[in-house]
């Protein structure tokens, strides 16, 4: 058990009090080497861990703390779809969404048999709307998707229409709308034609408040326009309820499944990639799939210290555990990779964002960290003032595709001269150039931490390599911490007091159940209200 009675964590404390006037300037001095030694590649990514503040004996210490845990062992059960989230005794078969036909393990045949079944519909509803073979009232071909979810059912097929748009060919338009805030709503309706629009609903429960709320305002907009009777061309749901579907009416030949062993932050392996699948085609749907098997097999195989996933993993924890980082940041030098950190918050966060351990006990150490970050050369112009001379310790990741999609040499020039850059000063920083207050203010500490993580341009393929990266690296900092990474209870209490309030606002019953400050202001909007 991790914690300051565990003598592999008391040996990491006692190097990090050792390593405390370690500089990284002085660790490349004492090792010529080290930029070349302290990377690795995997799956078209290149990791750059040098700029670290890691020495052999860390790397050392770390395989202890691998071996203490049976990381091998724990990864190995996953994938064979072994019960990972006791609490709601499943199995996480996201790897199995984008393996191969074929290559499932055997006790997991009838799953993947399920898979391959849902991604022939996939790709026979994306082929069929891209053609115009499927179109919508009165013969109007498809122009637009309206994508409705809310969570991971939303941030991951928003985030990959955002990275590979370079490749859209503007068959049919993608559209997303997570938020319950009308205003997001009615600013994408009036943008479309409800003749040419496609709903896709993506709910496992088709329940969630969100979603659902969304969803009817979007039926009764198509319904308006195009009647009940055409209303079933403009319908695809994605769901492990399909009763609920159907009596919203979507035909059942429209309904896409969604199984309960996939977590909605993994969705976007799902079915629910079927927006993805008619905006870029199947094709580039699948290569998404193939560029996160790419990963899982080398997470599966790779040992340690040649594995990514693992390194970032250890880092994270090293950091996080020893270093009292309570955050870390995200800066893709990517305009697509813009939502990148948007899609990785709710996947570590929602994942390890938990305080006790797998047996239900309370532990004394942090677990997940605040995950958050921006656009590359945008945040250089806002948030990395604070890395650069603030007083908190934020390792960053920078990824960095080295060719571009666009023939602007001169912009993708400054786009990496400015992601290394970055990079160098955050491990050098500047001395003040005379002992004064004045020049106290241009020095930068230097001796900030952060990975480079490299590839050749951004593709279906490294992109969903990318993605499963982080997947697993959440993974095994989970099962270093002893936590459940694959379920969410803490966002149940907000969903059950906000339906009570919700329901307050007809019979304006003033419940014990409220406290005297939300009572006072359920009050005050119901009197606004009103009016």
């Not at 659902?212 to 907009?221: E, G, I, M, V």
């Not at 992601?419 to 001395?431: E, F, K, N, W, Y």
Request: net charge negative.
């Amino acid at each position: 058990m991790p914690g300051k009675n565990d003598p592999i964590w008391q040996a990491l404390a006692s190097h990090r009090t050792r390593l405390a006037d370690k500089a990284l300037v002085q660790l490349f001095r004492e090792d010529p080497d080290r930029a070349r030694r302290l990377r690795m590649e995997a799956a078209g990514i290149t990791l750059d861990y040098s700029k670290n503040l890691v020495t052999d004996e860390t790397l050392n210490l770390f395989s202890r703390l691998i071996e203490a845990n049976v990381l091998p062992h724990q990864i190995q059960q996953m994938v064979d779809g072994a019960e990972v989230n006791p609490t709601e005794r499943r199995p996480a078969l996201h790897t199995l969404l984008r393996t191969q036909p074929g290559k499932a393990p055997a006790r997991l045949r009838a799953e993947a048999e399920a898979i391959t079944d849902a991604l022939v519909r996939i790709e026979q509803m994306a082929n069929d709307i891209r053609s115009g073979h499927w179109a919508g009232a009165g013969g109007t071909p498809i122009t637009d998707i309206l994508h409705l979810g809310i969570g991971g059912s939303n941030l991951g097929p928003e985030m990959v229409s955002a990275a590979l748009e370079t490749a859209h060919d503007r068959a049919v338009n993608c559209h997303y709308v997570a938020n319950v805030d009308g205003h997001h709503i009615d600013r994408v309706l009036n943008q479309l034609n409800p003749r040419s629009t496609l709903l896709v609903i993506a709910s496992k429960s088709f329940s969630t408040q969100e979603t659902l709320l969304n969803a009817k305002t979007a039926r009764a907009w198509l319904a308006n326009a195009v009647g009940e009777t055409d209303l079933a061309h403009h319908l695809i749901a994605v769901t492990g309820n399909s009763e609920a579907a159907s009596r919203f009416g979507v035909a059942p030949a429209n309904a896409l499944p969604m199984w309960d062993w996939v977590g909605g932050r993994f969705s976007l392996w799902s079915a629910v990639g079927i927006t993805t699948a008619i905006a870029f085609g199947f094709r580039t749907f699948r290569a998404l799939l193939d560029g996160a098997a790419a990963m899982d097999l080398h997470f599966k195989e790779a040992p340690w210290p040649d594995n990514l996933p693992m390194m970032l993993a250890l880092l994270g924890i090293w950091y996080s555990n020893f270093y009292d980082a309570e955050s870390c940041a995200v800066m893709p030098y990517d305009h697509g990779l813009r939502l990148l950190p948007n899609h990785l918050q709710q996947l570590d966060m929602e994942s390890n964002g938990k305080s006790v351990d797998q047996k239900g006990k309370p532990i004394d150490y942090n677990t997940g960290p605040i995950v958050w970050g921006g656009e590359g050369s945008n945040g250089q112009h806002a948030f990395l003032q604070l890395l650069h001379q603030g007083t908190r310790l934020v390792p960053v990741d920078f990824i960095l595709p080295l060719r571009s999609h666009h023939n602007r040499t001169e912009h993708h020039d400054w786009l990496v001269a400015n992601c290394l850059a970055q990079s160098q000063a955050l491990m050098t920083g500047r001395a003040a150039l005379q002992d004064d207050g004045a020049s106290a203010h241009r020095a930068l500490p230097g001796n900030h931490p952060s990975n480079m993580i490299l590839v050749d341009r951004i593709t279906p393929e490294t992109l969903g390599a990318i993605i499963a990266m982080y997947e697993h690296k959440v993974f095994c900092q989970a099962m270093i911490w002893h936590i459940n990474p694959f379920d969410q209870w803490g966002v149940e209490l907000g969903k059950e007091i906000g339906d009570a309030i919700f329901a307050s606002f007809d019979n304006e019953t003033d419940e014990d159940r409220f406290d005297p400050s939300t009572r006072l202001l359920i009050k005050q909007y119901l009197a606004k209200r009103k009016k």
